[in-house]
T-cell receptor, first 113, second 111 residues
């Protein structure tokens, strides 16, 4: 079945760029997503990309999609301590009218001052 | 900014008891979902709901689970007879064509 894989941890210094990587298996996914989860909170939609795009930029966030390799990345420029959270990659399973999301295990980003 | 809300935020119940988890979707959204996250594991899809009926459901969503929109606004998940392994964070999500927005979750603990 479909699967989404992410590395579990990433540690960066404040002000550096963070790059969180994700691989997925379903080549028919139309949308791919990044969600952020802060401790004790729900899943906040950060950004998403349509599968016919290679890149999407939204302020400090840059999403890169390599459809051939089924690789998605999220770059956070000028990482701040407030960016410390778990980041989930998700692909949309497009079987029905509005497919459900398949999530990775999440990457815990720690930002050191 | 519109948000998905969920109640209660926490629920503790005894094994075998029924629980109902509630969600208020974003008002113009047509697609509704329940997901769960067992501690330390992935967020897993349970069920999707559109046009007052289930669109898809996962293997997890067995006969013990049901969903409904009793009054056309709230979206509920009922677990008829809870098991220990139902302990998890349950997330409601609602969506339009491209995106799904998640609520803050209900943490369910079954003792």
């Amino acid at each position: 079945g479909e699967d989404v894989e992410q590395s579990l941890f990433l540690s960066v210094r404040e002000g550096d760029s963070s790059v969180i990587n994700c691989t997925y298996t379903d080549s028919s996914s139309t949308y791919l997503y990044w969600y952020k989860q802060e401790p004790g909170a729900g899943l906040q939609l950060l950004t998403y990309i349509f599968s016919n795009m290679d890149m999407k930029q939204d302020q400090r966030l840059t999403v890169l999609l390599n459809k051939k390799d089924k690789h998605l990345s999220l770059r956070i420029a000028d990482t701040q301590t407030g960016d410390s959270a778990i980041y989930f990659c998700a692909e949309r399973e497009d079987g029905g009218s509005q497919g459900n999301l398949i999530f990775g295990k999440g990457t815990k980003l720690s930002v050191k001052p | 900014e519109p948000e998905v809300t969920q109640t209660p935020s926490h629920q503790v119940t005894q094994m075998g008891q029924e629980v109902i988890l509630r969600c208020v979707p974003i008002s113009n959204h047509l697609y509704f979902y329940w997901y769960r996250q067992i501690l330390g594991q992935k967020v897993e899809f349970l069920v999707s709901f559109y046009n007052n009926e289930i669109s898809e459901k996962s293997e997890i969503f067995d006969d013990q689970f049901s969903v409904e929109r009793p009054d056309g606004s709230n979206f509920t998940l009922k677990i008829r007879s809870t098991k220990l392994e139902d302990s998890a964070m349950y997330f409601c999500a609602t969506g339009g064509q491209e995106t799904q927005y998640f609520g803050p979750g209900t943490r369910l603990l079954v003792l």
